[in-house]
């Protein structure tokens, strides 16, 4: 069965930390991860995209990895600010399936 | 104004009855996607289409129906067979189905509650 799980369930850390969010999956035969942000009650926005034949990819203070083989992506948020504050969602193409973990929930104080 | 948009924002079921929950896109996406999301749980796939006239069942099919009679348009009814509908639900866009360079566009989604 194609599980993705996200670690932690919450995290909460002052501003200005750096941090990493945890995604793993159980069936390597992907086609990408994607990781994205959602905002409460709204719809979901995509960060980035890494393609199976990638390692990482960055867009700004984000920074995604993907380690196939061992079944694992990371997302790391340089120098977090209160508006890093979502939910983020890692999510993995198999096929026509996007298959989602169940979110971190990320709390950045002032 | 590209993007995807779902109506209502908040919508109320009475025991027994159908609902249907709007989606429409204007970014000329051949792929669109229907999905409900639980507290504390990832979002799950009930119906996805890959071209007009045609639609698959998703992981959670049962108790919801769908059509795809234009390309912007992809409505959802959630059926009285559905006996837990109270969720959030999020409509989707993509080129195509199966790319992995393509993401997929999220709309605002509506959030479905029993009376």
């Known amino acids: 069965k194609q599980e993705v799980t996200q670690i932690p369930a919450a995290l909460s850390v002052p501003e200005g930390e750096n941090l990493v969010l945890n995604c793993s999956f159980t069936d390597s035969a992907i086609y990408n991860l994607q990781w994205f942000r959602q905002d409460p009650g709204k719809g979901l926005t995509s960060l980035l995209l890494i393609q199976s034949s990638q390692r990482e990819q960055t867009s700004g203070r984000l920074n995604a990895s993907l380690d196939k083989s061992s079944g694992r992506s990371t997302l790391y948020i340089a120098a977090s600010q209160p508006g890093d504050s979502a939910t983020y969602l890692c999510a993995v193409l198999y096929g026509n399936k996007l298959v989602f973990g169940a979110g971190t929930i990320l709390r950045v104080k002032s | 104004d590209g993007g995807i948009t779902q109506s209502p924002k908040y919508l109320f079921r009475k025991e027994g009855q159908n609902v249907t929950l709007s989606c429409e896109q204007n970014l000329n996406h051949d792929a669109m996607y229907w999905y409900r999301q639980d507290p504390g749980q990832g979002l799950r796939l009930i119906y996805y289409?890959?071209?007009?006239?045609?639609?698959q069942k998703g992981d959670i099919a049962e108790g919801y129906s769908v059509s795809r009679e234009k390309k912007e348009s992809f409505p959802l009814t959630v059926t009285s067979a559905q006996k837990n509908p109270t969720a959030f639900y999020l409509c989707?866009?993509?080129?195509?189905?199966?790319?992995?360079?393509?993401?997929?566009?999220f709309g605002p989604g509506t959030r479905l509650l029993v009376l």
């Open positions: 989707a866009s993509s080129i195509q189905t199966t790319t992995s360079k393509e993401t997929q566009y």
């Open positions: 289409s890959q071209i007009v006239n045609d639609f």
